[in-house]
């Protein structure tokens, strides 16, 4: 069965010290490439939508996708909603089969997030075998990258981190620690590794509870990936360099071929091309093998 949530394979990401990774997908194309990568590298997979795409695409359309190409699959694949702040688009999409839910309510103050997210806790257990992924302070654009990350205030306090995940009950957490969504303006983005070592110790120290999530994957450099996998880094989320994959590969494979009117075979370029990158995250990850 390789129909799973993101828990159980972070679990045993955060036990082998590697991390899943989690590639944000906009179409079918990008959705099969994702799997065939994992599947060459037999390594656990999360394939997550945001909501727009969610939303364009439909999510039983997703669903049904993700559930016939994680069947065939010799791996074990999650389909994970990103970034929702709508608590009934959350629980529809439990409804649909996304086996996990990113409820984002760390725009709200505290206590509302810790609201808006153990309701979606208690409302995805109720329905099934899906795990929840909850957030605490900002994980903002890159323009506000160096701002949020030299500010306290926007990261994720520890004591606060530990408390919101035993009020939410949520299975796999992401601790703001200056991480950024798009990419990173600078070669040296500021990142809290010790921030994330510290609540991991806190949370995980004795013995796996909650899993921790790095959000804003695209453009770190690798020795900081390394680094992050130390701290406790499970789950890693790269959006942004597949969409610039898929768009770039676009316009070169026309630029090249203005004349030939064939969209099977630029479907084939983006698959191949996204497939590379997922593979080179995967290897960065560590989790080749680990299926
Ligand atoms: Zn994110």
């Known amino acids: 069965m ?14 082998g010290n590697y991390a899943v990774g989690a590639f944000n997908i906009t179409d079918l194309v990008q959705m099969e490439a994702v799997v065939e990568a994992a599947v060459e590298k037999r390594a656990p997979v999360i394939i997550q939508t945001s909501v727009k795409p969610s939303k364009f695409l439909g999510r039983q359309v997703l669903v049904a996708v993700y559930r016939t190409l994680a069947e065939a699959a010799p791996i074990p694949v999650c389909l994970h909603l990103d970034h929702c702040t709508e608590i009934d688009y959350c629980k529809k999409c439990a409804d649909a089969g996304y086996t996990n839910i990113m409820i984002d309510a760390s725009k709200q103050v505290y206590e509302e997030n810790i609201r808006q997210t153990k309701e979606v806790v208690d409302y995805c257990h109720s329905v099934g075998n899906i795990s929840v992924e909850g ?8 323009e506000d990258q160096i701002k949020v990350a030299e500010d306290e205030a926007a990261l ?10 035993e009020r939410t009950g949520v299975d796999i957490f992401a601790p703001a ?5 798009g990419v990173y303006k600078t070669k040296n983005p500021k990142i809290d590794f010790e921030r994330l070592g510290q609540i991991n110790q806190m949370l995980n120290g004795g013995g796996i509870k909650t ?10 450099p690798e020795d900081y990936i390394k680094r992050l996998l130390e701290m406790g880094g499970a789950k890693f989320n790269v959006s942004t360099e597949l969409k610039h994959t898929l768009i770039d590969t676009t316009y070169a494979y026309i630029s090249e071929r203005r004349d030939e009117y064939d969209p099977g075979k630029i479907d084939a370029a983006v698959k191949d091309a ?18």
């Open 2 to 15: 390789s129909i799973v949530n993101a828990r159980d394979i972070m679990m045993e990401a955060a036990k």
């Open 135 to 142: 957030e605490l302070g900002t994980v903002g654009g890159v």
């Open 156 to 165: 994720a306090n520890p004591d606060q981190a530990i408390e919101f995940v």
């Open 177 to 181: 620690i200056g991480t950024a969504h």
């Open 211 to 220: 899993p921790l999530v790095v959000h804003g994957g695209t453009g770190l």
């Open 274 to 291: 996204i497939r590379g990158v997922v593979g080179h995250w995967i290897d960065m990850l560590q989790s080749a093998g680990k299926a």
